[in-house]
């Protein structure tokens, strides 16, 4: 049962995004923390991976509801979302031109919009979820 | 996504590349040799700044980046020292020293303005984040 009221909505994907965004945060904490450490190269978790990735995750669910002919193999949802965790491990190394502390912070900023922002729509997701069990407003 | 964020820091990174090359001018004021060790008294360098076609967004906002790093043409200062070692010794500046010609005040001025405007880009930035803060407050 549970699995089934949460696949509906946006959820799965909002934990995503959140997972990674703290995966990020962490690499790019750890850019700072090495700032003068000599022979350091500046990393990074590839945004546009990630972002394709989770897309296909989702056109692979919305695909679940489609009639399923006999002998084709039905993508698990689960199967897809592991793909997308993987793109968290996928550190980039800079090649250490350009790359400055504004640019680092700047990053870890819109990081962390992105993190609240996910955030705050699952909050209202289980909000909505609360009023329609409660019954009440 | 090219966001203000991203402009607003292309603006620091400028400003901070301006204020090493005020503080590497008053630093080298009475420096006589080059980085090679030739007798060259010390230039002023200065950097030049552009629009950044890399850092652009959709409705033409801009950053700004460092073109290149100039180095100022002006003749040294002389000063008649006819028994220091590094004095010319022959022409008719023979006996003199050349000395670097930096303009101190024109350095602390240009490092004020630097300074500000460092601040004046940290401003936008929190006016940038306070946006996205309120934009979520929505949600709450």
Redesign the interface.
């Known amino acids: 049962m549970f699995p089934t009221i949460f696949d509906q909505s946006t959820v799965p994907v909002l934990e995503q995004m959140i997972g990674f965004a703290q995966a990020r945060h962490e690499v790019l904490a750890g850019n700072i923390a090495n700032f003068d450490t000599p022979g350091y190269k500046v990393r990074d978790l590839s945004v546009d991976a990630f972002q394709s990735r989770l897309q296909e995750a989702i056109e692979a669910r919305n695909e679940q509801h489609m009639e399923v002919s006999p002998g084709l193999l039905k993508k698990e949802p689960v199967q897809e979302m592991q793909k997308v965790r993987e793109t968290f491990k996928n550190i980039e190394f800079h090649d250490g031109s350009?790359i400055?502390i504004?640019?680092q912070?700047?990053e870890l900023?819109?990081n962390q919009?992105m993190h609240?922002?996910a955030i705050?729509?699952m909050?209202?997701q289980f909000q909505l979820l609360q009023t329609a069990i409660s019954e009440r407003v | 996504m090219i966001t203000a964020l991203d402009i607003s820091t292309s603006a620091l990174v400028a400003q901070r590349v301006r204020l090493n090359a005020i503080s590497s001018n008053i630093a080298n004021m009475s420096t006589l040799r080059n980085e090679n060790g030739e007798m060259e008294p010390y230039k002023a360098r200065y950097p030049i700044f552009k629009v950044d076609d890399k850092i652009r967004t959709e409705h033409g906002a801009a950053g700004v980046k460092v073109e290149r790093i100039e180095t100022e043409d002006v003749e040294p200062q002389y000063k008649y020292q006819p028994n220091h070692p590094l004095a010319i010794k022959e022409g008719d500046k023979k006996g003199y020293v050349a000395y670097p010609n930096i303009n101190m005040t024109r350095e602390f001025v240009d490092a004020l303005e630097a300074t500000r405007a460092y601040e004046a880009n940290i401003g936008v930035m929190e006016v940038s984040k306070n946006l996205g803060q309120q934009t979520l407050r929505i949600l709450a």
Request: glycine fraction near 0%; charge should be negative; proline fraction near 0%.
């Open positions: 350009d400055s504004e640019h912070v700047t900023t819109k919009f609240n922002l705050s729509i909050t209202s």
